[in-house]
């Protein structure tokens, strides 16, 4: 009898970095990476012992050269998606605050991009319902 394939649960965060101009930022991903030239929310894996909040402060400053203050991190939502060789689970936090001009530190293109046009930019499945909740956000 074979044993059912259980994936294992990966713990990513990803931020919603939000520009006063009411843009919102995506990272297209890098080749060699999953779902390479698909766009996203920068983030990354929670590594242990990492909280949440930190692992995402690390990851802004690795991906983008930003400095944001844990304390200033909105919870926004989360996704709790199968993706065939692991389960999803990423927590999605709002950012209106960092210092610096975000920067793709690992060769990865940037978009601000208004949220009416975010459907325009093709997003690993696991984004797709928080298209409308950020276009209902920011109206
Ligand atoms: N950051 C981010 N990851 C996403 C999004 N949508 C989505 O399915 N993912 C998946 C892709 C990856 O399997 C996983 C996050 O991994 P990652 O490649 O960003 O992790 P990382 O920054 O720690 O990079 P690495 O150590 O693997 O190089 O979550 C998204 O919007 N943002
Ligand atoms: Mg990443």
Same mark, same amino acid.
């Given at each position: 009898m074979t044993t059912p394939f259980r994936p294992h649960t990966l713990l990513v965060t990803a931020a919603i970095l939000i520009r006063k101009d009411g843009t919102v930022l995506l990272a297209q991903r890098p080749e060699?990476?999953?779902? =390479?030239g698909l766009w996203e929310f920068p983030g990354g894996k929670v590594e242990v012992p990492e909280s949440p909040e930190t692992a995402l402060v690390r990851e802004l400053d690795e991906e983008l050269g930003i400095t944001v203050q844990p304390e200033t991190l909105e919870p926004f939502t989360f996704v709790s998606e199968n993706c065939a060789t692991f389960h999803l689970l990423m927590i999605l936090y709002l950012v209106r605050e960092w210092d610096n001009e975000p920067v793709g530190r690992e060769g990865q293109a940037l978009a601000w991009v208004p949220a009416a046009e975010l459907a325009d930019y093709p997003m690993p499945k =696991?984004? =797709?319902?928080?298209v409308p909740r950020i276009q209902s956000l920011l109206g």
């Open positions: 060699g990476k999953t779902f =390479a =696991a984004d =797709a319902p928080l």
